[in-house]
């Protein structure tokens, strides 16, 4: 079966790479698959991402190939988190990535972008 395009590949581990914009956006980078194994690096990822008092946070998931609902949990938890920061966050997922977070009911919960 062809894999689909603009969709990554199952990958090896989580790699995260983050970087703060001029304009104080933080963007969080992922790339590879997202399991269990890697809840206590994102969390604590993203409480680091809030604690920088960012204008915005970015996550941007166009390399994750795979995420199971431990991805979903984080973000879910980080949309939460930054509400309450009153911090905007932005989530790019992959179409494979949204149409999973739309199966979930996680949409509404979620600020998804393109």
């Known amino acids: 079966m062809d ?4 969709i990554p590949a199952l990958a ?3 790699e995260i790479h983050t970087e703060t914009r ?11 698959a997202v399991d269990l194994t890697d809840r206590d690096r994102l969390h604590a ?3 680091a991402a ?3 008092r960012p204008t915005a946070v ?6 994750v190939g795979f995420c199971s609902s431990t991805g979903l949990e984080a973000l879910v938890r980080l949309q939460a988190s930054a509400r309450e920061a009153q911090v905007p966050v932005r989530i790019r ?3 494979r990535l949204r149409r999973l977070i739309d199966i979930t009911g996680l949409s509404d919960a ?5």
């Open 3 to 6: 894999a689909e395009p603009n």
């Open 12 to 14: 090896g581990p989580l």
């Open 50 to 52: 809030l604690a920088a």
């Open 22 to 32: 001029g304009d104080g956006v933080r963007t969080i980078r992922l790339d590879g």
């Open 93 to 95: 997922p992959t179409a």
């Open 110 to 114: 979620l600020n998804l972008t393109s």
């Open 58 to 63: 970015e996550v941007d998931m166009t390399g």
């Open 45 to 47: 990822e993203f409480d």
